[in-house]
């Protein structure tokens, strides 16, 4: 079992920056790639980030590349995501979930762990 927490979120102005981190416990990060969702109201869980295991591959969803960034320390046990250049677009829960497979996928439920979400909000 795999416990993960967000935390980061908040209430941001257009254009401004937030980092969202990822922690787990009882269980290395490390065994597990790990990818950023979100879930704006009334909307489906979409994919946002990913990164492998060892950090070498990363992927992004078309609308955040080039804005948001995605990292992780396997030291500190956590994967972090800093988005920059916010839009009120962006507003949603921001949930993290760890994939135990190899296969980059951006399925939700290819994910088993999630945590509880985090939500943001950027005003105009």
């Known amino acids: 079992q795999v416990q993960l927490v967000e935390s980061g979120g908040g209430l941001v102005q257009a254009g401004g920056s937030l980092r969202l981190s990822c922690a787990a416990s009882e269980r290395t990060l490390s065994n597990f790639a790990v990818g950023w969702f979100r879930q704006a109201h009334g909307q489906e869980r979409e994919f946002v980030a990913r990164i492998s295991r060892l950090a070498n591959t990363k992927a992004y969803t078309d609308s955040v590349k080039g804005r948001f960034s995605i990292s992780r320390d396997n030291v500190k046990n956590t994967v972090d995501l800093q988005m920059n250049n916010l839009k009120p677009e962006d507003t949603a829960a921001y949930y993290c979930?760890?994939?135990?497979?190899?296969?980059?996928?951006?399925?939700?439920?290819?994910?088993?762990?999630w945590g509880q979400g985090t939500q943001v909000t950027v005003s105009a």
């Open positions: 979930a760890a994939d135990s497979g190899t296969v980059l996928t951006k399925i939700p439920r290819d994910y088993e762990y």
